[in-house]
């Protein structure tokens, strides 16, 4: 069994930063790409950005050039960086891993969420 991890959140001023992190852990398990998406009270969940094992990387337009996702492949780690934080980021965000397992095939994992705050 695969599970992902998170830890970061929290309540923050606007204009503040806050880094998340998702370790992915269990066995016999190979990391294709990682990312993470958000979901606000009343709203669908969106992508916030993704992250592939070469280094691609991919953003919503309203994070850019605020956020920054990173992987630690090695620790099977994924980061996101959150500066400039407006009251509008606030949602619970989810780590999200495409995984392929030792005869198991290839599927969509996702972490338990982390509430993120931001407000004065």
């Known amino acids: 069994q695969v599970q992902l991890v998170e830890s970061g959140g929290g309540l923050v001023q606007p204009g503040g930063s806050l880094r998340l992190s998702c370790a992915a852990s269990g066995s016999r398990f190979s990391i294709n790409g990682m990312g993470w998406y958000r979901q606000a009270p009343g709203k669908q969940r969106e992508l916030v950005a993704t992250?592939?094992?070469?280094?691609?990387?991919n953003y919503a337009d309203s994070v850019k050039g605020r956020f920054t996702i990173s992987r630690d492949n090695a620790k099977n780690t994924v980061y996101l960086q959150m500066d400039s934080l407006k009251p509008e980021d606030t949602a619970v965000y989810y780590c999200?891993?495409?995984?392929?397992?030792?005869?198991?095939?290839?599927?969509?994992?996702w972490g338990q969420g982390t509430q993120v705050i931001v407000s004065s």
């Open positions: 992250a592939t094992t070469g280094g691609s990387t």
């Open positions: 999200n891993a495409d995984i392929t397992r030792l005869g198991r095939g290839r599927g969509d994992f």
